[in-house]
């Protein structure tokens, strides 16, 4: 069950990424603004997976569940890093549009 929650959560973030790109391509968000976005999606995506890892938990093996915990937490730090690659992309994009502008 493991492998269908991170399945899942791959295609909740490469779909979010592909939806972020299409909206900046036609102009209707900033790359800055998704950024923050997903940087705020982190927690949130970290603790849900937490929760279903540690509700499909198989406690007849005598293990206390912490695998639950941190994998939870692994999958909250990759869209975070994803949020902080979109918002340094943005900020990196804008700097250099700021430039060429003066």
Do not use: C, Q
Not at 25 to 36: D, E, P, Q, R, W
Not at 60 to 78: C, K, N, Q, Y
């Amino acid at each position: 069950m493991d492998l269908v929650i991170l399945f899942l959560f791959l295609i909740l973030v490469t779909s979010l990424n592909i939806i972020i790109y299409i909206l900046h391509k036609h102009k209707k968000v900033n790359l800055v603004t998704s950024g923050i976005i997903m940087i705020f999606l982190a927690p949130i995506f970290g603790f849900s997976s937490g929760s279903a890892f540690l509700h499909f938990y198989e406690w007849s093996e005598g293990g206390t569940g912490e695998g639950a915990g941190i994998g939870g937490a692994v999958i909250g730090l990759l869209t975070f890093l994803n949020g902080l690659f979109i918002l340094g992309t943005g900020l990196i994009k804008w700097t250099l549009t700021f430039i060429k502008r003066k």
